[in-house]
Every structure is written in C-alpha cells, then in structure tokens.
C-alpha cells in the first residue's frame, strides 16, 4: 500500500476505502489533513463507545456510535473520535460496520457513500472482463484514460454491430471472432454467423479421402 502513503490528500474531501486499506495510522493522516474518509470496519475492531445517537431502523440503520478504539496501540495510532454505524443491507441480509471521521452527516448517508465504491469496484472489474486490456502502453494519468476509453469506443461498436446484424451467441462470442479474425476479406455477417454442421458436411471437398478408391 505504499501509494496510498503518498497519495495527496484535499482538505474537505471523502475517501471511501475498503477494510483491506483499514490502519488507524494511516486514517489518522485524512483526519490530520482535514479530509473525511468513511471505511469498513475489520471484523475483530474493537472499539469504546462514547455516546449514541438515534438510529432509524426503517432505513437500515441498526446503531451509530461515537467513541474511540479501545486497544492502547489502536488509540495511539488514532486519538481522534471516531464513528461507528451499523446498517443492515437488505439485499445481502447482512449487517456491516462502517467507520468515518465525519460526525454529522446522516448515517444512511455514510452507508450509501460505501454502496457507491462497491458500484465503482464492480465497474472496474466489468473493464476488466469485457475491455482485455492485458497491458497499458503508457502508466501516465492521460495514457490510461485515453487506453480505456478506446477500449469502451470499440465495445460500443462491437456491441451496436451485433445488435444491428442480430449475430448468434453472446457479445463475448462475437468480441472473440473479431479478436482472431482482424484481416478476414469476407462480409461481417458471414464471419459472425454460426456455420450448419450439415451445410459443412455436404460442402465438397478438394482432397480425396484416404481409402476412398
């Protein structure tokens, strides 16, 4: 996580971060700067409540606390209060603990920052399945941007070419076809179209068959 150590931080900014990215030393930084992060709590976090406040249970909020780590390393680490909410998802039926530094926002509101990095990762991880981007020629911020973004012009029009001609099989089939076939001199709809395991059989053949006599 050694760019995470360099990273910039803006003051007044939310940072919304997994539970793998959690260290108390490292949260304390975005409370230093003034900036706001909002994280899921690990499993064993043990931690002192200060003070509740009231929490609707018609919006999934099952606690919102105020406190401090209750470990003495935790607490040298982050002397700052803390938040903690508990929300219970119902389309997961489970129960995750948030952490932030931010004490007045609504709670739900905390919670729903989490679900938008969740929708976020699932986007990246969709570039990822549908893009093949296997390397990215330039590591600059404008070199990856402009790489991923001719990825999504290409999937677009991959995908527009076989709604359009109404191909067989998925879009991933017809993204392979296209991925094997770049210099193939035939109509698209000829290349992309399922071939008749019959029409094949009955093609004729220019090679005679070995005991054909």
Known sequence: MIWLEELLIDPGAFYVMD???????RLHRFTAAGSFFVTRAKDNLRFTPHRSQPADYLSGI????IGKPTLPKARRAYPSLLRKIRFFDPETARDPVFLTNHMLVPALT???LYRLRWQIELFFRWI?????IKHYFGTSPNAVKTQIWIAVAVCLMVAILHKE???PGTLHRTSQ??????FEKMP?????????????ATSPRN???????
Do not use: C, E
């Not at 990822?128 to 093949?132: A, E, N, Y």
């Not at 709809?189 to 029409?199: E, F, S, Y």
């Open 19 to 25: 539970r793998g990215y959690m260290d108390f030393a």
């Open 177 to 182: 076809l296209l991925s094997v076939h770049p």
């Open 62 to 65: 099952r606690s919102d606390q």
């Open 207 to 213: 090679q005679l068959m070995l005991w054909d006599f």
């Open 110 to 112: 905390i919670a729903r």
């Open 188 to 200: 698209l709809h000829v290349l992309l179209a399922k071939n008749d395991p019959r029409t094949l």
């Open 128 to 132: 990822k399945g549908h893009l093949r």
């Open 165 to 167: 001609l109404a191909l």
